[in-house]
């Protein structure tokens, strides 16, 4: 087996925002052009392992208001636009607009959603203050530089009483790999997320009522830890952060690596289950009335 990059999924943060000096974060944020970059070039490979990204939009939907009032609707990182589509359906007297920072997913967006899909940042939204009744954000705010920036454009752009919903993973997300890489050195190998705390705080500081914040585990079963791997690359989801290894992993790395894979029966069978930590939050931009 050749030396293979291992630089995917790692970054974020026990904080809110970068630099997470205060809580001993190492790495810096990634910069918008790398995950720009990175998503884009998985924009074709990433329809056929987004199963989870998928089932959790659809969940993430069923939390929605009713069509009552909603007549503009943001869909923030939509990728190629799966919760764009449910949207536009769930909602059809309303217009809806399909936002992401990578061009790639924005172009398989337009092959399958028919409304506006528009280039842009989740910190900073082309969008004018108080212009949309429905924000959503299914799996993509992990991504931003800060969290707390975004729900802060949310909550902008929202009219008052306006209705916010997002999915985004939790800290015991991966865990199992975190635990792999640890046995083998100190770098970042994987993503460390924010837990569901940080997140009602920094959808409180950004004026939002009625938080609502529940977070479910959910494990997978893989065939072995590379098709795991395989999968996160085909999702787009690299380690972008200053804590990555800088170097190919070499081979021995790789396989202390996966004999450091919590098994449940080891040497037994190669399989492995991987976790996923679930977060799904719902709120309300605050000002509208009693
Ligand atoms: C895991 S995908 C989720 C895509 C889609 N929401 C879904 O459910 O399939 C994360 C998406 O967020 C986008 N993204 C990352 N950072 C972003 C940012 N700062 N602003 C807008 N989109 C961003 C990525 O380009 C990618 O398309």
Redesign the pocket.
Known sequence: MPPLRLSWLSWHARNLCWPGSRLGVKSIPPA?HL??RS??AAAAS?DAV?SL??S??RSLLKRGPGQAGIRRIL??????G??SVLLAEHYPMAEVLA????EG?LRQARSRFSGNCVG????ALPFASQSLDLVV????IQ???CSLK?FAEFGRVLRPAGHLLFATFGPKTLWELRHAWASVDTLTHVNEFIATERLHEGLCAAGFDGIHIEAKVRCFDYPDVMSLMRELKG???RNLTSGRPRHLVGKRALAHMMAAYPRGKPGVDSSIQASFEIIMGSAHRAGGGP
Do not use: H, P
């Open positions: 918008k995950v720009a998503f884009g990433y987004a990204q998928r959790v939009g869909d923030v990182g939509a990728g190629t799966f919760c936002l992401d920072i990578a997913m842009g940042d989740a910190e954000s299914n799996l993509a991504w931003c530089t975004a999702l787009g989801a």
